[in-house]
């Protein structure tokens, strides 16, 4: 199994546009769950999503949504993007949601 | 709310060294706390769950409710064990949501 994949790797973005991340679980897992990490921070906690539906939130804006699909992967859209937003954006997965975490590599954003 | 410190970014010490990285937490239900590693250009990945009691690596953490810490301890430092160590709390409730602290890195010196 290759553990949470995540794509792209990196991304360049400028001011105002927008963006779609994507998740693979690790396979048989039904929770997605995605971070923020900012340069010099801990992970900061952006949603958790649990059989298609959003079981947590964390103090983002509302530019920020995600959706899970049937197959479990899922997406991070964040729209009307500012400087701000860049950081590098974890995916982690686990298995019924209450379970330990795993992470992916992460997508490195950096906007313009 | 709940709230994770890692009072030091940098721990360095030396080889064969004990090593004690701290984390204190605010949290006014029953604390899950968890160790995550992160190796030069590797992924995050959990080193120790307080639950389960285990020891990884010869790391070991003991949750002391009084002094709300969770300190990760190892009597001898390997080289290997330089990387970035974070402290995460799980909150309760039908979610899983980590709160994390900023991390301590540790620099293992020969």
């Known amino acids: 199994d290759a553990g949470v994949t995540q794509s792209p790797t990196h991304l360049i973005k400028t001011r105002g546009q927008h963006v779609t991340l994507r998740c693979s679980p690790i396979?048989?897992?039904?929770?997605v769950s995605w971070y923020q990490q900012v340069l010099g921070q801990g992970p900061q906690f952006i949603f958790q999503?649990?059989?298609?539906?959003?079981?947590g939130r964390g103090n983002f804006p509302d530019r920020f949504s995600a959706r899970q699909f049937p197959n479990y992967s899922s997406e991070l859209n964040v729209n009307a993007l500012l400087l701000g937003d860049s950081a590098l954006y974890l995916c982690?997965?686990?298995?019924?949601?209450?379970?330990?975490?795993?992470f992916g590599p992460g997508t490195r954003l950096l906007v313009l | 709310a709940q709230r994770v410190t890692q009072p030091e970014k940098l721990l360095s010490v030396f080889k064969g060294a004990p090593v004690e990285l701290k984390c204190n937490y605010s949290?006014?239900?029953?604390?899950?706390l968890f160790w995550y590693v992160q190796y030069s250009r590797q992924r995050l990945q959990l080193l120790l769950r307080?639950?389960s009691r285990e020891s990884i690596k010869g790391f070991t953490a003991d949750l002391n409710k009084g002094e709300t810490s969770f300190h990760l301890k190892k009597p001898f430092a390997q080289e290997e064990d330089s990387a970035m160590y974070y402290c995460?709390?799980?909150?309760?409730?039908?979610?899983?949501?980590?709160?994390f602290g900023t991390g301590t890195q540790l620099k293992v010196e020969l």
């Open positions: 982690a997965s686990s298995l019924l949601g209450r379970e330990t975490q795993y």
């Open positions: 307080h639950i």
């Open positions: 396979s048989g897992h039904k929770s």
């Open positions: 999503y649990y059989e298609k539906e959003e079981r």
């Open positions: 949290y006014s239900g029953s604390p899950e």
């Open positions: 995460a709390l799980a909150s309760g409730g039908g979610g899983n949501k980590l709160t």
